[in-house]
T-cell receptor, first 119, second 111 residues
Framework: GAVVSQHPSRVICKSGTSVKIECRSL??????MFWYRQFPKQSLMLMAT?????????EQGVEKDKFLINHASLTLSTLTVTSAHPEDSSFYIC???????????????FGPGTRLTVL | GQNIDQPTEMTATEGAIVQINCTYQ??????LFWYQQHAGEAPTFLSY????GLEEKGRFSSFLSRSKGYSYLLLKELQMKDSASYLC????????????FGTGTLLAVQP
C-alpha cells in the first residue's frame, strides 16, 4: 500500500528557533498534501492544504507567516514552524490523499507524525 | 457549519460489542471516514462510507445515515488492543478534497 514518511519523528528546539518538518509520499505522487496538528487528548485539526506548484491554503485561524508550507515536488511537502514558542509544542501529522473518484479506493495516507517540543 | 461530535470517552469489556457514534451538521460531503489512532501514532484507516447503510469489515462495521446526520462505528468481540482513539472524519471532496475530523472518542477496553 501507499506509504507516507515524515522526518524528523521527534524534535526538541529552543524558543525562537525555526523547525522544518518533511513529508514524503514514497511510492505515489501527491499533488495535494495536508498538514494537521494534534494536541494531547484532542482530535486532529487541519492546518493547511499543501498544493504542488501553488500556494498553500490555510485554515481559518492558522498564521501563514508562522507555518510556512512549501510543496516542492509531487512527493515532498515541508512545514516550517518559524520562531517556535512553547505553545507550538504539538504532534504534527501530514497526509496525502488518493481519491479514486466516488469509490472504496478513496483514502488518505498519514505520515507517522512529528512530535515537536519547544523549550 | 460542520460540527462533528463524538463522545469523549467510552469504556467496554473485552469480548463485548461497542458502538461509537458520530453526529454532524454539514452542507455536503462525499463520504465519511473512520480512523483508529493509538497514542503517539498516526491514524490508521478503518472504513469509508459513501452511501447510506451498513458496511461490514470483519470485527468492525460502520453505518451512515445522511438524512439523520449520523454515523456509527461498531466494534465486535472487543480485544485489549482495540483500546485507542476512534476518529470520524467528513470527506469534503470537490476542489478542496480535505478531511474534517470529529472530536474523537477514546475507547478503553477492560478485562
Amino acid at each position: 500500500g501507499a506509504v507516507v514518511s515524515q522526518h524528523p519523528s521527534r524534535v526538541i528546539c529552543k524558543s525562537g528557533t525555526s523547525v522544518k518538518i518533511e513529508c514524503r509520499s514514497l511510492d505515489f505522487q501527491a499533488t495535494t498534501m495536508f498538514w494537521y496538528r494534534q494536541f494531547p487528548k484532542q482530535s486532529l485539526m487541519l492546518m493547511a492544504t499543501s498544493n504542488e506548484g501553488s500556494k498553500a491554503t490555510y485554515e481559518q485561524g492558522v498564521e501563514k507567516d508562522k507555518f510556512l508550507i512549501n510543496h516542492a515536488s509531487l512527493t515532498l511537502s515541508t512545514l516550517t514552524v518559524t520562531s517556535a514558542h512553547p505553545e507550538d509544542s504539538s504532534f504534527y501529522i501530514c497526509s496525502a490523499p488518493t481519491w479514486g473518484g466516488a469509490g472504496v479506493s478513496d483514502t488518505q495516507y498519514f505520515g507517522p507524525g512529528t512530535r515537536l517540543t519547544v523549550l | 457549519g460542520q460540527n462533528i461530535d463524538q463522545p469523549t470517552e467510552m469504556t467496554a469489556t473485552e469480548g463485548a460489542i461497542v458502538q461509537i457514534n458520530c453526529t454532524y451538521q454539514t452542507s455536503g460531503f462525499n463520504g465519511l471516514f473512520w480512523y483508529q489512532q493509538h497514542a503517539g501514532e498516526a491514524p490508521t484507516f478503518l472504513s469509508y462510507n459513501v452511501l447510506d447503510g451498513l458496511e461490514e469489515k470483519g470485527r468492525f462495521s460502520s453505518f451512515l445515515s445522511r438524512s439523520k446526520g449520523y454515523s456509527y462505528l461498531l466494534l465486535k468481540e472487543l480485544q485489549m488492543k482495540d483500546s485507542a482513539s476512534y476518529l470520524c472524519a467528513l470527506h469534503r471532496g470537490g476542489a478542496t478534497n480535505k478531511l474534517i475530523f470529529g472530536t474523537g472518542t477514546l475507547l478503553a477496553v477492560q478485562p
